[in-house]
């Protein structure tokens, strides 16, 4: 889950890493009682989940009441990068002396931990990786040894960071790789981190994505969650836990495992098709998941065929055969089901759903018969 | 041959007494692999279907002589599980827990790497190995291998891993070994020790490799194929018209570079000498031709 800059401050928090001042406002009275409080001038920031928001307009220093008035109503309801700011984050505005960039990650070719700062940070840190990649340093942490003082205050030098900001930034690294491990981010990074004049080091702005797999330890989470804005068919499919991304092609796919799903939106391409949607019911889905999967794709209009493509492995197939049986009963389904299924209680699958084939619900031997034949229902036969 | 496990590879199913684990331990039995023992803290000295419960594995393998564990333990419990194997000398781990926090993944990862360096760990998040014929640890569907050999197949995603020993058998090519070393990010197992592993067997005479988007595995494994594989490899890279991913912040642009796409990695494998196919069924028939071939 990746988090807004405000929740992804609210989240340094936690951990004690120093941020401005401020406060979320979703209307422009809000935010003018923010900025009273966080003392001008303030800068009103978007809240989107998405980069370039500088560029866009979406932020802006306000020097008093009046200009906040004026850049919150602005920015409230800005179509950025078709994000629509609902939200503002409302915060003192700093005299920035230098901006760096600080950032935790999993490197999954070490698989350890890796730190990288610099003291190049700012809008184009990704130019800098690319132009001037010795601007960037890096510490690899294994897991077992965590990150220490002395290696941060080493590292803060090594990228070349001002004399007079390395102590507090090696701190500050100390707290953020908290808030990485305890916190069970998969990415906590600073951009920029920056050096007031005053000689102080704090985060500006806050990226954080959170590993979704570790939700059952942070109930504290629950604050972030439901403040997407996700289509209808997206926040069915979250509320009935699937792993759902809508296109704009034809033919409905549902596949058990991601790679089998992506290879099914492969092969449905490769055979002239398009896919309507990705969508994964993961390992070991039931029929009540295999049911609430039809009816999520029973809500797209542009679907003409389902294919149902299982391989069974952990998910069993007479679970999967129980699921379209229940979602016939269920649901009027607009669209021919296309299925495919191979693997743990194929034949028990199979033997569930022989009373039900029909026009509307075709079995298939093959993987690639199968994506030809929803194709050709999916396009009336033209193909 | 085969490579991690054979007929005389002893399991140990930790979360035998699980809905999961009963049902994928029996059925690993039912295969012919020897499930000697259980292990559920707190249930030793019960027993399921006849095999025996242990609270611990050092109590199982002294009791039996198991050299390979199971872990069907849900994420909470699989990174104590898994150190509880190694601590009690098992040298073959097979983990499918879906979902384990990556910073417990991480952290298991180098604490196996630096206390038990003999100690394999596949997966977490895999469907586990299986020698047709031999033994079958995990959750594959043990009729749709085929004994004999010649060909190894590695995959990263479960499904598929499936796909591609179905797309075999149904030729009538058996498997030296099948191994599906998971999606998560990080892997007990990668392509390269499997790719070495059958470099190293002489009755695999060809490899099949089932990759995905994301990450930079299939580019290594392409560098190490260019560079050690004297055997034919066929790849098929899942992902060429997949919904593009979200992008992690900076430090993921940063890290991975260009590398990561579908077409990225069929470049470098095609590069390396290996025999790119656009879905699982041509992987199955470029197979197919190539066992042909070998006379």
Request: charged share 20%; net charge negative; aromatic share 4%.
């Amino acid at each position: 889950m990746d988090l807004y800059e405000y929740q992804g401050k609210q989240y340094f928090a936690r951990f004690g890493i120093p941020t401005s001042p401020g406060g979320v406002a979703d209307t422009v009275d809000e935010a003018v009682a923010r900025a009273d409080a966080a003392g001008y001038p303030v800068v009103v920031k978007a809240q989107v989940k998405v980069g370039g928001r500088g560029k866009a307009g979406g932020i802006k220093l306000a020097a008093d009441a009046d200009e906040v008035r004026t850049h919150a109503g602005n920015i409230l309801g800005m179509d950025i990068k078709g994000h629509v700011v609902h939200r503002l984050w409302v915060e003192h505005a700093s005299d920035i002396a230098r901006e760096y960039y600080a950032s935790f990650t999993l490197d999954r070719t070490a698989k350890k931990h890796l730190c990288m700062v610099s003291a190049k940070g700012g809008v184009d840190i990704e130019e800098v990786a690319a132009t001037d990649p010795s601007a960037i340093a890096r510490l690899h942490i294994d897991p077992v040894d965590g990150l220490h003082i002395d290696e941060a205050t080493k590292l803060v030098a090594e990228a070349g960071l001002d004399e007079e900001a390395r102590e507090q930034a090696a701190q500050l690294l100390l707290l953020l790789y908290a808030c990485y491990v305890e916190g069970d981010c998969d990415l906590a990074e600073i951009n920029p981190l920056i050096l007031t004049t005053e000689g102080k080091v704090h985060a500006l702005d806050a990226k954080v994505t959170l590993d979704d797999n570790a939700a059952f330890r942070h109930p504290e989470w629950e604050d972030f969650a439901g403040t997407d804005t996700l289509d209808e068919r997206e926040k069915l499919a979250k509320e009935k836990g699937l792993n759902y991304i809508g296109l704009s092609g034809s033919v409905g796919i549902i596949a058990n495992g991601a790679g089998l799903a992506m290879s099914t939106l492969d092969v449905v391409n490769q055979v002239g098709g398009s896919a309507a949607n990705f969508l994964d019911i993961g390992g070991g889905a039931n029929a009540d998941v295999m049911a609430a999967a039809l009816e999520v794709i029973n809500t797209d209009e542009a679907v003409r065929s389902i294919f149902v493509n299982i391989f069974g492995g952990i998910t069993r197939c007479d679970e999967v055969a129980k699921g379209i049986v229940e979602a016939l009963h269920r649901v009027e389904l607009r669209s021919p089901i296309v299925l495919r299924l191979d693997g743990t209680n194929a034949e028990e699958g199979r033997a569930i759903l022989a009373d039900h084939v029909s026009e509307r619900l075709v079995v298939e031997p093959t993987m690639l018969g199968a994506a030809r034949r929803a194709v050709t229902l999916a396009t009336g036969g033209s193909k | 041959m085969s490579i991690f496990v054979d007929e005389k590879t002893k399991v140990v199913v930790q979360g035998l007494t699980g809905s999961q684990g009963r049902f994928h331990g029996l059925r690993n039995r039912d295969y012919g692999t020897q499930v000697v023992a259980g292990v559920t803290p707190g249930k030793g000295g019960t027993e399921v279907d006849g095999i025996p419960v242990y609270d611990s594995c050092a109590e199982a393998v002294a009791a039996t002589g198991a050299d390979a564990s199971f872990v069907v333990v849900p994420p909470r419990g699989a990174p104590e599980a898994i150190m509880d194997a190694a601590a009690a000398g098992i040298s073959f781990i097979v983990c499918i827990t879906e979902g384990i926090p990556a910073q417990d993944e991480a952290l298991f990862y180098n604490k196996l790497r630096r206390d038990f360096p003999d100690t394999r760990l596949l997966g977490p998040n895999c469907p586990g190995v299986i020698s047709p014929g031999k033994c079958n640890i995990g959750i594959t569907s043990g009729d749709i291998a085929l004994p004999g050999g010649p060909v190894g197949i590695v995959s990263r995603s479960g499904t598929l891993t499936y796909q591609a020993l179905h797309e075999l058998s149904q030729q009538g090519v058996g498997q030296t070994t099948c191994v599906g070393i998971g999606g998560d990010p990080v892997p007990g197992t990668n392509f390269i020790d499997c790719l070495s592993a059958f470099e190293a067997d002489p009755d695999t005479k060809a490899v099949m490799m089932i990759g995905e988007i994301g990450g930079s595995e299939e580019e290594r494994a392409a560098a190490y194929i260019a560079e050690h594989m004297t055997k034919p490899v066929v790849a098929y890279i899942a992902g060429v018209t997949a919904p593009p991913g979200r992008k992690m912040g900076h430090a993921g642009a940063i890290i991975s570079g260009s590398q990561g796409t579908a077409q990225a990695k069929m470049e470098a494998l095609a590069a390396a000498g290996v025999t790119v196919a656009q879905n699982p069924t041509e992987a199955g028939e470029k197979m197919v031709d190539i066992v042909k071939n070998l006379g």
